[in-house]
């Protein structure tokens, strides 16, 4: 498990010198852009990523994560050299930040079913939920840092120098994490997928990814589960990104203030990684994955007390709790879910969850931004508090899934298998 290690310390590095651009970036194109316009730049991103999502994913099954996260990762550095041509000449605009956007949704398209797959490809079943775990607080943690250094930063100095500054310190990281995953595949640190192994022709890729979204739809569990995970993230995705950013600005709170409250939404995910486990052993992964949902609603409820208020403290406060609420939420069945599907599908599967991700985030961000312009900045925040209620109220009504969050990991190898006959066993391609 040594490879794991290594490659888990330097994806926390990476993550979090990369979780500061979410508070300089945004404040950057804001001076230069309406709300609108930024608006639209992170629907053309999430359309782009829904379109080429599908299709994309399957490379992850064919040629393994850690070959496609090297070309992915190379992409992801020259986009980010051309936002860096922007920033620093000032552009302003809107086609060539659209570019940027655009480029962004194709790359995370690309990486996200690979990011999402490598950690099992690594390890063995037994030690998923572990692994699992100390991934997610690694990715959180990095929001933790990241946020925090930004805010500070911005105490003395302005977002674009700060931006270039993170993407100068990531050149350093990526070098070194490219080196990290090269060696990995070359000792066969990684465990390809069998259709990895498989030469097929080019024709083929679209069947792949239509067949791994059909997978979905015909697995009940799975369909349901893609309705109240693409509602949950249409609230969330943009009241604890776009959202803040947009609160900062309109009640001219200190541009400080966004780093301090991203950072809030680390420190509530790091927290809960550290204590979910606990949880679950005491009050059953179903009773905490329900009590997290509730918590999170009213939470956000106190966020839009806060931003009424405008009381950026209060309303740190009540992020951290709402993210931490929604950790817990987040980790009771994530395991299960992962065994559950055979390997040979997870590429596939994990590209059409960045699907409803991209369709529900962009969505969201489209609704929010109206009702903001509209309503006020804690508008989304109340209307987001009641339907998360609504759709926490009615898991209990998705076919399954009550039973499979409630297994131990060993218990859910292969439940869908056993579940629906031969629907999921493995296919020979020609």
């Known amino acids: 498990m040594k490879s794991v290690r290594i490659y888990l310390t330097s994806y926390g590095i990476s993550g979090a010198i990369?979780?500061?651009?979410?508070?300089?970036?945004?404040?950057?194109?804001?001076?230069?852009?309406?709300?609108?316009?930024?608006?639209?730049?992170l629907v053309v991103s999430g359309v782009v990523q829904m379109i080429l999502v599908p299709l994309l994913g399957t490379a992850t099954d064919r040629y393994g994560s850690a070959h496609v996260l090297i070309i992915g990762e190379g992409l992801y550095l020259a986009n980010l050299l051309f936002a860096c041509a922007c920033v620093w000449s000032g552009y302003s605009s809107l086609v060539l930040w659209a570019v940027f956007y655009a480029a962004s949704g194709a790359i995370g398209a690309l990486m996200m079913p690979a990011q999402a797959t490598?950690?099992?490809?690594?390890?063995?079943?037994?030690?998923l939920p572990r692994y699992l775990g100390v991934e997610q607080a690694i990715a959180v943690s990095g929001r933790l840092v990241g946020p925090s250094v930004a805010g500070a930063w911005m105490v003395v100095a302005g977002p674009s120098v700060g931006f270039l500054a993170v993407v100068s310190a990531w050149l350093v990281v990526w070098m070194i994490h490219i080196v990290?995953?090269?060696?990995?595949?070359?000792?066969?640190?990684?465990?390809?997928?069998?259709?990895?192994?498989?030469?097929?022709?080019?024709?083929?890729?679209g069947k792949e990814a239509f067949e791994g979204l059909l997978m979905r739809w015909k697995l009940r569990t799975e369909r349901w589960l893609a309705f109240q995970t693409g509602i949950e993230l249409l609230v969330i995705?943009?009241?604890?990104?776009?959202?803040?950013?947009?609160?900062?600005?309109?009640?001219?709170?200190?541009?400080?203030?966004?780093?301090?409250?991203?950072?809030?939404?680390?420190?509530?995910?790091?927290?809960?990684?550290?204590?979910?486990?606990?949880?679950?052993?005491?009050?059953?992964?179903w009773r905490s994955a329900q009590l997290g949902g509730y918590t999170c609603a009213a939470a956000m409820l106190g966020c839009a007390v806060s931003v009424s208020l405008s009381n950026p403290l209060a309303t740190c406060l009540c992020v951290l709790i709402a993210n931490y609420?929604?950790?817990?939420?987040?980790?009771?069945?994530?395991?299960?879910?992962?065994?559950?599907?055979?390997?040979?599908?997870?590429?596939?599967?994990?590209?059409?969850?960045?699907?409803?991700?991209?369709?529900?985030?962009?969505?969201?961000?489209?609704?929010?931004?109206?009702?903001?312009?509209?309503?006020?900045?804690?508008?989304?925040?109340?209307?987001?508090?009641?339907?998360?209620?609504?759709?926490?109220?009615?898991?209990?009504?998705i076919p399954d899934w009550r039973t499979l969050v409630s297994l131990?990991?060993?218990?859910?190898r292969g439940y869908y298998a056993r579940?629906?006959?031969?629907?999921?066993?493995?296919?020979?391609?020609?």
């Open 18 to 41: 990369l979780s500061a651009l979410p508070v300089f970036l945004p404040l950057i194109l804001l001076d230069r852009l309406s709300p609108a316009a930024y608006a639209s730049l």
């Open 118 to 127: 490598i950690v099992q490809s690594m390890v063995p079943d037994e030690k």
């Open 180 to 205: 990290i995953l090269y060696s990995m595949v070359m000792s066969e640190a990684v465990r390809k997928p069998d259709t990895a192994e498989v030469k097929g022709r080019l024709r083929a890729w």
């Open 237 to 285: 995705v943009p009241a604890f990104s776009m959202n803040l950013a947009l609160t900062v600005k309109m009640l001219a709170w200190s541009n400080a203030w966004l780093g301090w409250l991203q950072a809030s939404c680390g420190v509530g995910l790091v927290a809960a990684n550290l204590t979910a486990e606990k949880m679950v052993d005491h009050l059953g992964a």
């Open 325 to 397: 609420s929604l950790g817990i939420r987040i980790y009771c069945g994530r395991a299960q879910r992962r065994v559950a599907i055979p390997k040979e599908y997870l590429g596939r599967f994990a590209a059409s969850h960045v699907l409803i991700n991209s369709l529900a985030a962009q969505f969201g961000n489209a609704i929010a931004a109206i009702v903001f312009s509209q309503f006020g900045a804690a508008a989304w925040y109340v209307m987001g508090s009641i339907g998360f209620v609504i759709v926490v109220a009615l898991s209990s009504l």
């Open 408 to 412: 131990k990991v060993d218990e859910a």
């Open 419 to 430: 579940r629906h006959g031969n629907l999921l066993a493995p296919k020979t391609q020609e």
